[in-house]
């Protein structure tokens, strides 16, 4: 099950690339998605306002490990890279339940709600990762995307046993093999795409000719 899984989902992999220019006025465009760059900034605008008058999500923040937080919470400095981060691994998730073949019903988001209040808070979660609370289904969609993936993987096994484990990083390999194969293109004012992390990364600076030692 666990390579039929990902033999799968790499066999309908498109070719793509995790660089190159955006379209004007984009942020990020997957495949023929854009995430454009003003809907980013206001985003971060509102996460900073929550952020600031939130302790939990403050806490959560400081101590990610305690939090659990899924999708890798951003730098400081970093906060519109951290965010176009985030909605770029949801589009990731979502392309990943479309080849697998994975129903998401609102009672499995309501169910992961749930379970981020038990721990921190859904919303203290939520802008934990860098976004504002009305992203709050969207994160816990796809948590619930990984979960749904690794039950069906581990055919139903405990989470907590070691087929879960295992689980956990075959569906891991199929978020990589599917942010590769997909066509993710990056502003390059925001960093460019890792597939093999599933995030962006720091802005490239090139350094002149002397700089460089290449004359």
């Given at each position: 099950?666990?390579?039929?899984?990902?033999?799968?989902?790499?066999?309908?992999?498109?070719?793509?690339?995790?660089?190159?220019?955006?379209?004007?006025?984009?942020?990020?465009?997957?495949?023929?998605?854009?995430?454009?760059?003003?809907?980013?900034?206001?985003?971060?605008?509102?996460?900073?306002?929550?952020?600031?008058?939130?302790?939990?999500?403050?806490?959560?923040?400081?101590?990610?490990?305690?939090?659990?937080?899924?999708?890798?919470?951003?730098?400081?400095?970093?906060?519109?890279?951290?965010?176009?981060?985030?909605?770029?691994?949801?589009r990731?998730?979502?392309?990943?339940?479309?080849?697998?073949?994975?129903?998401?019903?609102?009672?499995?988001?309501?169910?992961?709600?749930?379970?981020?209040?038990?721990?921190?808070?859904?919303?203290?979660?939520?802008?934990?990762?860098?976004?504002?609370?009305?992203?709050?289904?969207?994160l816990?969609?796809?948590?619930?995307?990984?979960?749904l993936?690794?039950?069906?993987?581990?055919?139903?096994?405990?989470?907590?046993?070691?087929?879960?484990?295992?689980?956990?990083?075959?569906?891991?390999?199929?978020?990589?093999k599917?942010?590769?194969?997909?066509?993710?293109?990056?502003?390059?004012?925001?960093?460019?795409?890792?597939?093999?992390?599933?995030?962006?990364?720091p802005?490239?600076?090139?350094?002149?000719?002397?700089?460089?030692?290449?004359?």
């Amino acid at each position: 099950m666990k390579a039929a899984l990902a033999a799968a989902i790499a066999a309908a992999a498109l070719t793509g690339c995790g660089g190159g220019p955006a379209q004007a006025g984009s942020a990020a465009v997957i495949d023929d998605q854009r995430i454009t760059v003003s809907t980013l900034d206001a985003a971060v605008r509102e996460w900073r306002a929550q952020f600031r008058a939130s302790r939990g999500a403050n806490d959560a923040r400081a101590n990610p490990g305690s939090a659990d937080p899924r999708v890798a919470p951003p730098a400081v400095e970093g906060d519109l890279r951290g965010a176009l981060s985030a909605l770029v691994t949801f589009r990731i998730g979502d392309e990943v339940a479309k080849r697998a073949k994975v129903e998401v019903s609102d009672g499995d988001v309501d169910q992961i709600v749930a379970a981020m209040d038990r721990q921190r808070g859904a919303r203290n979660t939520t802008l934990a990762n860098g976004l504002p609370v009305r992203y709050t289904r969207d994160l816990a969609r796809f948590f619930a995307i990984r979960e749904l993936l690794v039950q069906r993987v581990a055919g139903g096994a405990p989470a907590e046993s070691q087929q879960a484990a295992q689980a956990r990083q075959v569906v891991g390999l199929v978020m990589r093999k599917a942010a590769a194969g997909m066509k993710i293109k990056i502003n390059p004012r925001f960093g460019t795409f890792d597939p093999a992390q599933v995030q962006i990364g720091p802005v490239a600076y090139q350094l002149s000719g002397t700089e460089s030692g290449i004359r």
